[in-house]
């Protein structure tokens, strides 16, 4: 036995812990959203508690300082004063007494305060905190970024995630799985934490926060890919196209020209489907038809009735709420657009005007050159012209069953933001008769008209895409 060779085994060893501790204690982070700010902070461990250095958490949010006096700390945020003592869990802050959870600790002249007190202390500094302790996230009175998905079906499944702002989450893939992780962007958690797709493809989604991040999960039983849209306010996770085999080829096969890429396999070619938007949802009852009616349950029902009236004449009708559910304009507008139909129908019911109205986007029409992008707000100044055809076609055929109808430019959301042949049709109650907007052969005969118009200008439509 050498000894030598013992001793610098036990200061290996010994170099080796010291390492891996250092390691875990680096890798301990509590993410801050602020205001106008994001940082990250290491955390460390005392006692079996999480510690935050005071002053690092305050410094970047205004006037801080810390001055050590004996074993106490006393603080200055801006005009607000503090005391905090070693070893005590009492504090004074703001002329008030307070209590953390655990002591205070100072290190080295640096004051150390228990995470789970994080909110009592911060709140009489700052006003609104919100810390999500498990995930170590910390919010302070500043924007958030909410985010919705919507499962689309036709013509391919795709998962379409928005988000209130733009986002940039480091994109991660395995056989499977698909993970999106959040650092810098103050994304708030969803209603659900996980949601199960009826899907072949994309079977669930699910969103988690750990060590100062927000993950979005999205499992399947394809590869998957994400793109980006909108500026980043939109990311599609779809089936990859790229055959799984190329992804597991074995290593030590021997070096020689790759053999030819298989094509992806090209999906059965879509029936011609469109888009329908029932107008309102949710909380947005929209107008009030009558006393048992309100104008979101109207669009829906006609809606359903005419993804019917479609389907007969072969034409594919996608919902873009089947459902009593509030989607956003901009989420409509970004599942309409995912979808990348030919035709988007959103549609509207009053009491206040007789006949139908067929509305277009009040835009400029504005030639379309191929392979610019255009600005969100004017998706549809290359489409304005083929709406107005389109508008006036339906307005036609309209007249044909003696309905009136009125084609025109109005400002109606989300017309603007629509990549296609876009209208929105706002059902009134009929002219003469007296049974009004609920009356079935009234809304049988609206229906056909839009279904006609759609079946006799497909070609149209296609052309202009
Ligand atoms: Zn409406």
Redesign the pocket.
């Known amino acids: 036995l050498n000894l030598g060779s013992t001793i610098r085994f036990i200061v290996l060893a010994a170099l080796l812990v010291l390492l891996t501790s250092l390691r875990a204690a680096e890798d301990k982070r509590i993410a801050v959203y602020g205001p106008q700010t994001f940082y990250s902070l290491n955390v460390v461990d005392r006692h079996g508690a999480e510690y935050v250095g005071l002053l690092e958490i305050l410094e970047p949010l205004g006037a801080a300082s810390a001055k050590q006096d004996g074993d106490k700390v006393k603080l200055r945020f801006n005009d607000i004063e503090g005391q905090f003592t070693d070893g005590k869990t009492k504090v004074r802050l703001r002329g008030k007494d307070l209590e953390l959870t655990t002591k205070f600790l100072i290190e080295n002249g640096r004051g150390l305060l228990p995470l789970r007190s994080l909110t009592a202390v911060l709140r009489p500094l700052l006003g609104t905190v919100e810390f999500h302790e498990a995930g170590r996230r910390l919010f302070l009175g500043g924007a958030v970024v909410t985010f919705a998905g919507d499962l689309m079906k036709t013509p391919a499944s795709r998962l379409v995630l928005s988000f209130s702002a733009p986002v940039n989450p480091h994109i991660a893939t395995e056989p499977g799985k698909l993970r999106m992780v959040f650092t810098r962007e103050p994304l708030m958690p969803p209603r659900a934490a996980s949601i199960k797709f009826e899907d072949t493809t994309i079977t669930s989604a699910s969103f988690g926060e750990h060590n100062g991040a927000a993950e979005v999960t999205i499992t399947g039983t394809a590869p998957l890919l994400a793109s980006f849209a909108d500026g980043g306010r939109t990311i599609i996770v779809s089936a990859s196209p790229q055959p799984a085999q190329q992804v597991a080829q074995p290593p030590a096969a021997p070096a020689e020209p790759p053999p030819a890429a298989a094509p992806p396999p090209q999906p059965a070619p879509p029936r011609f489907t469109i888009v329908v938007d029932a107008?309102?949802g949710g909380d947005d009852r929209?107008?009030t038809l009558s006393d048992q009616l309100a104008?979101k349950d109207a669009?829906l029902a006609f809606a359903r009735r005419l993804r019917t009236e479609l389907a007969n004449r072969g034409v594919a009708a996608i919902l873009l709420r089947d459902s009593d559910a509030n989607f956003t304009h901009h989420q409509r507008s970004v599942a309409a657009n995912a979808a990348n139909v030919p035709l988007y129908v959103s549609l509207?019911?009053?009491t206040s005007t007789s006949g139908v109205h067929v509305y277009t986007a009040m835009l400029s029409p504005v030639a379309r050159k191929p392979g610019t992008f255009l600005p969100w707000d004017e998706a549809q100044t290359g489409y304005v012209e083929s709406s107005r055809a389109f508008a006036l076609a339906l307005a036609a055929e309209l007249e044909k069953r003696n309905i009136a109808a009125f084609a025109l430019p109005a400002s109606v959301r989300p017309l603007n933001n629509i990549a296609a042949t876009a209208v929105a049709v706002?059902v009134g109650p009929p002219f003469r008769e007296k049974e009004g907007f609920a009356s079935a052969v009234y809304q049988q005969a609206v229906c056909a008209a839009i279904s006609s118009a759609v079946s006799s200008l497909r070609a149209t439509l296609e052309a202009a895409r």
């Open positions: 107008a309102h929209g107008a104008e669009t509207h019911a009053s706002e």
